[in-house]
């Protein structure tokens, strides 16, 4: 591991360095397996912020830190649906994102399901993480390819 990390609740002051986490990461971590336009439909330059704070603020909301900086983030709603888990793109691979699933995953009872982008999969898949079936979402008429995962406890 490159740096320590700590992990901690959200806070509504987050929201703005959280956005912009998702952003640069999605565009460049998971450049690899999308086109650019998919990209620019998936993680939009310009994000509804009072949105995002709500959902934050209605789910197990959680932030991995390191110092001033953070370097991730995840959160789970009631249901046991694992919506959102982004890892700065400069701190992948350093067991970020397990530390975040496994609080998450703990903050729930029974089954746990996401919507894993191609890039995500290995990942759940390593976590016990099942493919229930491969999908296709369309974003201002452009397709994204991702999996409806879930893994039973």
């Known amino acids: 591991m490159r740096g320590k990390f700590y992990i901690r609740e959200y806070r509504p002051a987050d929201c703005q360095a959280l956005a912009e986490l998702f952003y640069n990461t999605v565009h460049t971590v998971n450049a690899k397996d999308y086109t650019k336009a998919q990209l620019d439909v998936w993680a939009a330059a310009h994000m509804d912020l009072e ?12 932030v991995a830190a390191d110092g001033d900086m953070i370097t991730g983030f995840g959160d789970i709603d009631q249901t046991g ?11 992948q691979r350093e067991g970020i994102a397990s530390a975040l699933c496994d ?7 029974g089954r746990v399901v996401t919507h894993a982008s191609i890039t995500a999969r290995p990942f759940f898949e390593k976590r016990g993480y099942q493919v229930v079936k491969e999908q296709r979402i369309t974003r201002q008429g452009i397709s994204l390819t991702n999996f409806v995962m879930e893994k039973s406890r």
Not at 81 to 91: A, E, G, S, V
Not at 103 to 109: H, I, K, P, S, T
């Open 51 to 62: 949105r995002w704070n709500r959902s934050f603020l209605t789910h197990c909301s959680l």
């Open 81 to 91: 649906y694992l919506d959102r888990l982004y890892i700065h793109k400069d701190r």
């Open 103 to 109: 609080r998450l995953e703990q903050a729930v009872r």
